[in-house]
């Protein structure tokens, strides 16, 4: 069984198979965000990619969110394997 999304207080990563499912992921959440009077801060957001075959940019509100190779999330450090 794999996660879909891992969310805990204001902290969310968001995991998809796709650059398209990361796009409509992205797109989705920062227009619920909106819906409830929430930001989408985009110098906090950031994308790690692995094993993928296309590169074009995840955009937030027309802006390429910044790539990374490692992330940390509730204390961990989060890298290509895990």
């Known amino acids: 069984m794999r996660p879909d999304d891992l969310n805990f207080a204001e902290d969310l990563a968001l ?8 796009q409509a992921k992205t797109t989705s959440v920062s227009e619920a965000y909106l819906l409830v009077g929430l ?7 950031k ?6 075959e296309n590169s074009d940019p995840i955009l937030l509100d027309g802006e390429a969110l910044e790539d990374v190779v490692t992330f940390t999330y509730l204390f961990s450090i989060i890298d290509e394997q895990g």
């Open 39 to 45: 930001n989408t801060h985009k110098g906090q957001n």
């Open 47 to 52: 994308i790690l990619e692995y094993n993928t």
């Open 15 to 22: 995991l998809s198979r796709t650059q398209k499912q990361m």
